[in-house]
Nanobody, 123 residues
Framework: QVQLVESGGGLVQAGGSLRLSCSAS????????LGWFRQAPGKERELVAA????????FYIDSVKGRFTVSRDNAKNTVYLQMNSLKPEDTAVYYC????????????????WGQGTQVTVSS
């Protein structure tokens, strides 16, 4: 079992930055692929970025490439999403997720999910 708790969301002006954190508790955290998803009002949940358990070959969706960065600190059982140059279209509830398989996590299937944190970008 893995429990995930996101934090760091808030209101920011366009062009600003936020760093989301996802703290994990439970066993075998280091063996899971980790991902960040988001869901805007009236839209389906979408993958933002995913990182395999090894930390390499991070996947980003095109709309966030060059602006968002995922990192993980296994010693702290925490994964981060650094978001720079934020745009109003980044407004959404952001969720972190853990999955046993990187490929299925990229496909939107996670084994564990956090409760989400709201990010609002004003124009």
């Amino acid at each position: 079992q893995v429990q995930l708790v996101e934090s760091g969301g808030g209101l920011v002006q366009a062009g600003g930055s936020l760093r989301l954190s996802c703290s994990a508790s439970g066993s075998n955290f280091m063996s899971y692929a980790l991902g960040w998803f988001r869901q805007a009002p009236g839209k389906e949940r979408e993958l933002v970025a995913a990182m395999p358990w090894s930390g390499g070959n991070v996947f980003y969706i095109d709309s966030v490439k060059g602006r968002f960065t995922v990192s993980r600190d296994n010693a702290k059982n925490t994964v981060y999403l650094q978001m720079n140059s934020l745009k109003p279209e980044d407004t959404a509830v952001y969720y972190c997720a853990a999955g046993r398989a990187f490929g299925t996590l990229v496909g939107g299937i996670g084994d564990y999910w956090g409760q989400g944190t709201q990010v609002t970008v004003s124009s």
